[in-house]
Nanobody
Framework: QVQLVESGGGLVQAGNSLRLSCTASGRPLSTYAMAWFRQTPGKEREFVAAVTWDGSGTSYADSVKGRFTISRYNPNNTVRLQMNSLRPEDTAVYYC??????????????????WGQGTQVTVSS
């Protein structure tokens, strides 16, 4: 079983950038496809971005396409989410997730078996 820990959240002004990291332990990161989700109070957790185990395939929510980039470095068991041109509506708790079916891209919460504890991102206007 893999454990996931997110870091890199914080408070940033609109238009600026932030980079989130997710570090895995317990099993090699290469075992999993990975994704980022986000959630605001009173709303369902929503898909942000996903990447296959080898980085060959990625997928993004329309709301972040062109602004966010997901990447992974398996030797360091790390997945990152580079967030540029941030907007107040990007404010949320961001979660890292792992999926055992490592070749496929999945955009639903139920498609992921392992989750981190989340990191808060706040974008001020």
């Amino acid at each position: 079983q893999v454990q996931l820990v997110e870091s890199g959240g914080g408070l940033v002004q609109a238009g600026n950038s932030l980079r989130l990291s997710c570090t895995a332990s317990g099993r090699p990161l290469s075992t999993y496809a990975m994704a980022w989700f986000r959630q605001t109070p009173g709303k369902e957790r929503e898909f942000v971005a996903a990447v296959t185990w080898d980085g060959s395939g990625t997928s993004y929510a329309d709301s972040v396409k062109g602004r966010f980039t997901i990447s992974r470095y398996n030797p360091n068991n790390t997945v990152r989410l580079q967030m540029n041109s941030l907007r107040p509506e990007d404010t949320a708790v961001y979660y890292c997730a792992a999926r055992s079916s490592r070749w496929s891209i999945e955009r639903t919460v139920s498609g992921y078996q392992y989750w981190g504890q989340g990191t808060q991102v706040t974008v001020s206007s």
